[in-house]
């Protein structure tokens, strides 16, 4: 399984970004994709995650509200739409996913990661 992500950069406080993370090599219609952040001097936590198998989407509390995964089951595709942001939401995204059955809250939860994309909120 390859992840291409895509979308970060700078904004400022109260605007918007859209990643994109494009899957492919999937095996089966049964998988997980979703998005972690990792903060400098923080630890990697799940921001979103979206089961393909039961259509369900989990968020974390910090983004409830603001942002939005959408997923494009035909190129195994999800976007994040993340409006309001607020500097903390400053990190690098990480797009995920594995051919499991359940989105997880832990990185360990995950065996494909796409490549970094670096999104700064400030000023």
């Known amino acids: 399984v390859q992840l291409q992500a895509s979308g970060g950069g700078l904004v400022q406080p109260g605007g918007s970004l859209r990643l994109s993370c494009a899957g492919s090599g999937f095996s089966s219609d049964n998988y997980i994709i979703g998005w972690f952040r990792q903060a400098p001097g923080k630890e990697r936590e799940a921001v979103s995650c979206?089961?393909?198998?039961?259509?369900?989407?989990i968020y974390a509390d910090s983004v409830k509200g603001r942002f939005t995964l959408s997923s494009l089951h035909t190129n195994r595709t999800v976007y994040l739409q993340m409006n309001s942001l607020k500097p903390e939401d400053t990190a690098v995204y990480y797009c995920?996913?594995?051919?499991?059955?359940?989105?997880?809250?832990?990185?360990?939860?995950?065996?494909?990661w796409g490549q970094g994309t670096l999104v700064t909120v400030s000023s």
């Open positions: 979206y089961s393909n198998i039961d259509g369900s989407t």
């Open positions: 995920t996913a594995d051919q499991t059955f359940s989105c997880s809250w832990y990185a360990q939860g995950y065996k494909f």
